[in-house]
């Protein structure tokens, strides 16, 4: 089987997923695949660059990049086209004059297909041959929404390899000697959902029953100042570290540090940072809402809240009781090498990958 993929090149959640997949798709030749070429719309990081330096070269306009999806298509004539983001399905209009045909795959991700899309959108998203969610949860609303002829596959995400280098054991009990809270995400207006402020402002609460907590923050944008603002009128902006982007091997450092994560979010079409903790063995701790049920199992290997003045006291409970949150996060450990390992994503794809090789042969 031979695959093209269709990518966005974009930072972020988008790029790491497209990462994954690319990861994916090499362990999988050549038992499921013989051949993948790669077509991105924007330039991508050298993770990701590298693989295929002449589809790389920079960004696209879209003509140019509808022109060289074209051409990878009548040249390297793939069984399957898969486009990483449903915005990318308008460069398929064309796809049903091709022939062969591939059979087209649509990723769908989070928020992008909650809702109900434009026409035109819908439309090209029901003629695709499959549609992979990452999550159940978005495999249902996108059902819903977009009102799809059949339900969404599910293949769950997973730490990319390099996660699982550099000594990383996710069974170690180690902890920093500071009680340390650790949230990770993109601090600026559309990433408000993250509520990063709502663990700032149940701090002076935790500060009260344990003096020398640190809480610190990774993650850059425009809504630092206000988050610093916020430390200071709550009245634990020494309590409060910004660290800022970090490197992966600092990024490593933190989670190996901190004692519990924590990011009470509203809106996940997967949580990847909750898989990074868990490849720590740390406990976490967000909401129950959206998908982040399917990734972190209350009281098994997180805390799911229900409501945002829970925060403080479920985060005191863990900070003050070793064995509670080691508990948790030793099952964490053991879930992620379970389900959302590199080596089960990569099973789940070939197996989807058998049913669309089923399928080609009525396209």
């Known amino acids: 089987m031979k695959v093209f993929v269709a990518g966005t090149g974009a930072p972020g959640g988008i ?32 993770y990701l660059s590298t693989r295929d330096p002449e589809a790389s070269a920079g960004t696209l306009s879209q003509p140019e990049f509808v022109r060289r999806f074209y051409a990878t ?9 898969v486009c990483t983001h449903v915005n990318l399905l308008r460069a398929a209009m064309a796809l049903p004059l091709v022939r062969p045909r591939p059979a087209l795959v649509a990723c769908v991700h989070g928020t992008e297909v909650w809702e109900r899309l434009p026409a035109f959108a819908r439309h090209a998203l029901r003629r695709t041959d499959e549609v992979v969610a990452v999550s159940a949860f978005t495999a249902e609303q996108a059902h819903k929404a977009q009102e799809l002829r059949r339900q969404p596959a599910v293949n769950h995400l997973a730490l990319e390899p390099s996660w699982f280098g550099g000594g990383i054991n996710g069974r170690s009990t180690y902890e920093s000697d500071t009680p340390t809270v650790l949230s990770v995400a993109r601090l600026s207006p559309i990433a ?7 663990v700032i402002r149940a701090l002076p609460a935790v500060a009260a029953r344990v003096p020398d907590v640190r809480h610190v923050i990774v993650g850059d944008g425009e809504d630092v100042p206000q988050l610093r603002r916020l430390a200071e009128e709550v009245g634990v902006a020494d309590h409060v570290h910004f660290a800022g982007p970090l ?5 490593l450092k933190q989670y190996a540090d901190c004692w519990v994560f924590a990011l009470p979010t509203t809106s996940e079409g997967f949580g990847l940072v909750f898989l990074e903790a868990m490849a720590f063995a740390k406990p976490v701790v967000s909401m129950r809402r959206t998908a982040i049920p399917e990734v972190v ?4 290997t997180g805390v799911l809240l229900d409501r945002e003045d829970e925060l403080a006291e479920r985060l005191i409970g863990l900070l003050e ?43």
């Open 15 to 46: 790029g790491r997923f497209e990462r994954l997949l690319t990861e994916a798709l090499s362990e999988l030749t050549p038992d499921h695949v013989q051949e993948a070429r790669f077509l991105w719309r924007r330039s991508h990081p050298e």
């Open 73 to 81: 298509v009548r040249h390297f004539r793939p069984d399957v086209l």
């Open 192 to 198: 408000r959902h993250k509520n990063v402020d709502q």
């Open 247 to 251: 490197g992966h091997d600092e990024l």
């Open 297 to 300: 199992e209350d009281g098994v």
């Open 321 to 363: 009781d070793p064995q509670w949150r080691r508990r948790l996060g030793a099952a964490g450990y053991a879930r992620l090498v379970e389900r959302f390992s590199f080596t089960a994503y990569a099973h789940r794809l070939g197996r989807q990958f058998e049913r669309l090789d089923s399928l080609r042969s009525h396209v």
